[in-house]
T-cell receptor, first 115, second 113 residues
């Protein structure tokens, strides 16, 4: 398996532009997570999905952020409009859903720079 | 609410010496606990997890962690550090019956040759 795939790996955009980050989870995994990592705030969970349904989006910083999972093999995180403070590394992770919880597999991340 | 504390931003250890990376947690009820490692410019990788049973958990790359319920700790250990162990280590906790995992702030491990 190729692991979790994220694109693009790097994104540089100007303030006010729309940014879309993409994620392909590991085949067969039914939970998907979006995280943001910065030096100041560390690793933050933004949202997670079970079976394509958003379960907890309490970490989404504001209405400018939205996430979708139209099918089991694809998810997007969109920022519109983007701001310089959104600059961070965004990670997607996937896992099997179960009790007890399975470990998460992280993608390589998308480094977003908003100027 | 659940939380994780990693009290050391950085740990320095000489190659060949034992290493410990500390983690304490706060969660209602019995926890699930995890350790992940992050190498530069990479995503996090799973090392080990505690679910139930034996308090000493063995994981990848020779790492182990000891669950201590009375001290609410889950310290990561390795008997003999390698330079290649230098990375950022994250402790994480999840309460039972809820999938949301909370990560600590990370501890940078520097193994000195």
């Amino acid at each position: 398996d190729a692991g979790v795939i994220q694109s693009p790996r790097h994104e540089v955009t100007e303030m006010g532009q729309e940014v879309t980050l993409r994620c392909k989870p590991i085949s067969g995994h039914n939970s998907l997570f979006w995280y943001r990592q910065t030096m100041m705030r560390g690793l933050e969970l933004l949202i997670y999905f079970n079976n394509n349904v958003p379960i907890d989006d309490s970490g989404m910083p504001e209405d400018r952020f939205s996430a979708k999972m139209p099918n089991a093999s694809f998810s997007t995180l969109k920022i519109q409009p983007s701001e310089p403070r959104d600059s961070a590394v965004y990670f997607c992770a996937s896992s099997l859903r179960g009790e007890p919880p399975y470990e998460q597999y992280f993608g390589p991340g998308t480094r977003l720079t908003v100027t | 609410a659940q939380s994780v504390a990693q009290p050391e931003d950085q740990v320095n250890v000489a190659e060949g010496n034992p290493l410990t990376v500390k983690c304490t947690y706060s969660v209602s009820g019995n926890p699930y606990l995890f350790w992940y490692v992050q190498y530069p410019n990479r995503g996090l990788q799973f090392l080990l997890k505690y679910i139930t049973g034996d308090n000493l958990v063995k994981g990848s790359y020779g790492f182990e962690a000891e669950f201590n319920k009375s001290q609410t700790s889950f310290h990561l250990k390795k008997p003999s550090a390698l330079v290649s162990d230098s990375a950022l280590y994250f402790c994480a906790v999840s309460p039972r019956s809820y999938q949301k995992v909370t990560f600590g702030t990370g501890t940078k491990l520097q193994v000195i040759p």
